[in-house]
């Protein structure tokens, strides 16, 4: 790269000779035209431009006289590959642009005829859902709590609407949300209930913060109308997986990617209708049930139930359906068998043999017995 300033004077004849010697010396990748140039009083500074992989260090020479300034970089022959990210996959599931939208709208959670009216109203569906599950799974029923004993996280649980219902039921349950805004309305709203107040608790924090420390803890992870708003649904199912006992269940509801769910959850209801707030949903996000099974089953979470949803702006309830191509709940089921690693070639021969020893021992004494 080469640096001239001008000073307003012209260059002597040796100047311009001992300038054209640096110019043959440099490399040619250096000594390239200029891209960049701005003026600086009666002074012209040209830089050019070099990319940063292609040169990693340069030794510089510099000629100073009163009237002119100016560098030549020579290159070593020393290179560095193109930077790459070191992970895959992001550290988060949060996108920080839902926690935005989220924060605006914490101090309507409550508000059962404002903004979250559809979410109150599908309590009518989705407790009954993962309560009857998880009671298939359950030897002993408690009168009035029947869901006692059992631990739940309720994922982005906001406000605490569906963590409460659950709570009454008799589970002990975590509700957890980024946005520090509803775990305080959620804290607060519970506050009110002694019986809930020891039932439930609340932090603030996304799922992966707490995976190392309630590994297999969790009898069921709820995650209702969740995974439409995260940035990496296999991280977050991974998670998922991480924290639930085996045996446990996951329990999902969440919007349908077509163009029925686009046309009627994004232009009607967040533009015309204004059921929800504009922007609070991205179709791009939203993910098929047959998407959401082929993330499931190879995280070793083997999917149980697949059921549509209809939410009716009018009546303002919710309606099971035999069509899942708007909203719908699905339940998931972690395998209770241990996953082992793939035994080496040399363990296989190993495992033979003690097998075929354990079989010899075993006729032999077999014959003995006959005796």
């Known amino acids: 790269m080469i640096v001239a300033m001008w000073s307003g004077r012209r260059l002597s004849f040796l100047g311009v000779r001992f300038l054209e010697m640096l110019r043959l010396r440099c490399p040619r990748a250096v000594t390239e035209p200029s891209r960049v140039a701005s003026w600086s009083g009666n002074?012209?500074?040209?830089?050019?431009?070099?990319?940063?992989?292609?040169?990693?260090?340069?030794?510089?020479?510099?000629?100073?006289?009163?009237?002119?300034?100016?560098?030549?970089?020579?290159r070593k022959k020393t290179y560095r590959p193109?930077?790459?990210h070191v992970y895959s996959?992001?550290?988060?599931?949060?996108?920080?642009?839902?926690?935005?939208?989220?924060?605006?709208?914490?101090?309507?959670?409550?508000?059962?005829?404002?903004?979250?009216?559809?979410?109150?109203?599908m309590n009518d569906l989705r407790v009954p859902?993962?309560?009857?599950?998880?009671?298939?799974?359950?030897?002993?029923?408690?009168?009035?709590?029947?869901?006692?004993g059992m631990k739940i996280i309720d994922v982005g649980c906001g406000g605490g609407l569906l963590t409460e219902p659950l709570g009454r039921l008799g589970a002990s349950v975590i509700g957890i949300d980024p946005v520090a805004e509803n775990i305080k309305v959620a804290q607060h709203h519970k506050s009110f209930d002694p019986v809930l107040d020891k039932r439930?608790?609340?932090?603030?924090?996304?799922?992966?913060?707490?995976?190392?420390?309630?590994?297999?803890?969790?009898?069921?992870?709820?995650?209702?109308?969740?995974?439409?708003?995260?940035?990496?649904l296999e991280m977050f199912i991974q998670c998922c997986y991480q924290v639930l006992k085996p045996g446990g269940s996951l329990f999902i509801t969440t919007v349908n990617k077509t163009q029925?769910?686009?046309?009627?959850?994004?232009?009607?209801?967040?533009q015309i209708a204004g059921i929800v707030p504009k922007g609070t949903h991205t179709w791009e996000k939203f993910v098929s049930p047959e998407k959401l099974e082929s993330i499931l089953e190879p995280n070793g979470l083997s999917v149980q139930t697949v059921a549509g949803m209809f939410?009716?702006?009018?009546?303002?309830?919710?309606?099971?359906?035999?069509?899942?191509?708007?909203?719908?709940?699905?339940?998931?089921?972690?395998?209770?068998?241990?996953?082992?690693?793939?035994?080496t070639e040399s363990a296989l021969k190993g495992d033979t043999e003690v097998a075929q020893a354990d079989a010899s021992s075993s006729s032999s004494v077999h014959e003995e017995a006959k005796k």
């Open 311 to 343: 939410y009716n702006p009018f009546s303002g309830h919710w309606h099971w359906s035999k069509s899942s191509s708007l909203n719908y709940a699905a339940h998931a089921v972690k395998s209770s068998a241990q996953e082992h690693p793939e035994p």
């Open 89 to 121: 996959t992001s550290q988060t599931t949060v996108d920080s642009k839902e926690i935005k939208t989220f924060l605006a709208l914490a101090h309507k959670w409550w508000d059962e005829q404002g903004t979250f009216a559809p979410l109150h109203s």
């Open 260 to 270: 029925l769910s686009y046309a009627l959850g994004i232009v009607f209801a967040e």
């Open 129 to 148: 859902f993962i309560r009857d599950n998880l009671l298939k799974t359950s030897a002993s029923h408690h009168p009035g709590r029947p869901l006692c």
């Open 82 to 84: 193109p930077w790459k």
């Open 43 to 74: 002074q012209l500074t040209r830089n050019l431009q070099i990319k940063p992989w292609e040169l990693s260090e340069h030794r510089t020479m510099r000629f100073r006289s009163d009237s002119m300034t100016f560098s030549c970089l020579t």
């Open 200 to 232: 439930i608790e609340y932090k603030a924090c996304a799922l992966e913060e707490i995976v190392d420390e309630t590994a297999q803890v969790f009898d069921a992870v709820v995650a209702s109308e969740v995974v439409e708003h995260v940035i990496d």
